[in-house]
């Protein structure tokens, strides 16, 4: 089961037309997801607007309690769009500014252009990094149902497979399946349209294997009904979500001006957020309608800290690339370079030591 760009695209179309729709305002679909909008924190009046896309409204809230947007000089929009496959057709048609994918998904996006991505004609770059320094709270894994019977990385072969395509989770089903010395043939590849589609599959007894975030499938984790069988870190990955931006509004010294600012200001909230974990278990609770134990865990695991853009990540970056290309995952060689921008690490890592 697979979702084409085309139909995230045409599915994008509320975007443009819910723009100015309030996040705290936010209608649900049938199924009960939160329909795409975005809210604007302030009114336009010919100032220069950001819009930002997230997967959910997690970093909206907290950011909004910190205080950090006081005084902001520009207007911003916050764009609701679950799934990383929906971030980056929105990033693509320019429905939003930047968004928030996973640290490795502009690999594939590179590797499988058409035409060859330059520093002159990349049309997306990652911009900033973060992640929870945490490893207690390491967040993607490769995970097995207990009852499949998965001992070792070769029992994988013939599984069913639970994924999504389009950022990082993606990325660890790939990996994983390599580690395992396992081409797509050999499992049985369920994709499903966002992560939390395919936790719940894994969960419900539909998948036999599960490539993802830990907090999606916690429960069954917890219940001992599943375990985990590799971390992204295991595999040479960084593990860390991206902020990805269109290479014209980085280009343009107004928005690049005002995505510097914001970093800074996300930077500060991530300094507020710390010490305030119980404020933010209370936002889980009652902005994400979680229950308590899982809002406790989800507020702990979402603090994050801006990663440099440094040589270090690049070749990280680079020998994933390189092992894709090498297993026939990508069909181009590529240079990781073009698609990582270094400009905005001043204003995402200033002071972040202190």
Request: aromatic content about 8%; overall charge positive.
């Amino acid at each position: 089961m697979k979702f084409s760009r085309r139909d995230v695209l045409v599915s994008l179309g509320v975007l443009t037309a819910g723009a100015i729709v309030s996040c705290r305002d936010l209608k649900k679909s049938e199924n009960g997801k939160t329909s795409v909008t975005a809210a604007p924190v302030s009114a336009s009046n010919g100032r220069v607007k950001l819009i930002v896309g997230q997967q959910d409204n997690a970093l909206q809230e907290t950011v909004a309690a910190s205080g950090v947007l006081e005084g902001l000089p520009y207007d911003l929009q916050w764009a609701v769009i679950p799934g990383p496959a929906a971030q980056l057709a929105a990033l693509y048609s320019k429905a939003i500014d930047v968004g928030l994918v996973g640290d490795t998904s502009l690999i594939v996006e590179q590797g499988r252009a058409k035409t060859d991505w330059t520093e002159a004609t990349a049309p997306l770059q990652n911009v900033a990094y973060r992640k929870n320094p945490d490893p207690a709270y390491r967040a993607t894994i490769t995970a097995v149902r207990n009852s499949a019977n998965i001992k070792t990385l070769a029992d994988l072969r013939g599984k069913k497979w639970a994924s999504n395509f389009g950022g990082i989770n993606y990325f660890m089903y790939v990996l994983s399946r390599i580690e395992a010395g396992l081409k797509p043939k050999d499992v049985d590849y369920v994709e499903l349209v966002d992560g939390a589609a395919a936790g719940a599959a894994f969960k419900a007894g539909r998948a036999d294997v599960f490539s993802g975030s830990v907090g999606t499938i916690k429960e069954a984790l917890d219940s001992g009904d599943a375990r985990i069988l590799l971390y992204a870190e295991d595999l040479g990955m960084l593990a860390a979500g991206a902020f990805t931006a269109r290479t014209d509004v980085i280009r343009d010294p107004d928005k690049s001006k005002a995505l510097a600012d914001f970093f800074e200001r996300v930077r500060k909230h991530y300094d507020w957020y710390a010490k305030n974990l119980d404020v933010v278990e209370k936002i889980y609770v009652e902005k994400r309608k979680q229950k308590p134990k899982l809002a406790k865990y989800f507020a702990a695991q979402s603090f994050g800290a801006f990663v440099p853009i440094d040589d270090d990540v690049v070749k990280r970056q680079q020998r994933l690339a390189d092992r894709l290309f090498d297993a026939g995952e990508i069909p181009k060689k590529i240079d990781v370079n073009v698609h990582n921008n270094r400009q905005f690490n001043s204003a995402a890592i200033a002071s972040s030591s202190k």
